[in-house]
């Protein structure tokens, strides 16, 4: 301190390994760095350490697993899933749906017009 160099008081008492940024502080952390906290955790390290290691909350860890964990489970689909494949199939969901009830409607008007046809209705006077 004497020597030019300047430290934040209690710096020495936030256990931090090096050159991690200080989320809780407004910094952020790369994605490699949040792959390495994760991969602590699924390696059986506590989740309060390493909250309190990287200086994270135990939520923000626990949000960064679950996320790890879904997008290695999407990467093992046999079929892509990204968001335009997700778009275009409840796209197609949605139309297969519109065109059965468009078809579900023109037998009812088939059968309803069999019975006595619209344009020979009479009209009461």
Known sequence: MGDGTTERPGAAERPQESGAAA???GGRMSRQRKAAAVMRLLRGEDLETVSRSLGV???T???WRESFLAAGEAALATRPTDRETLQSERLKARLGEMLLKH????QKITSLEAGRPLARRRWAR
């Open 57 to 59: 909350t135990a939520a």
């Open 23 to 25: 989320p809780g502080r």
């Open 103 to 106: 078809e579900l409607l023109e």
């Open 61 to 63: 860890l626990t949000t």
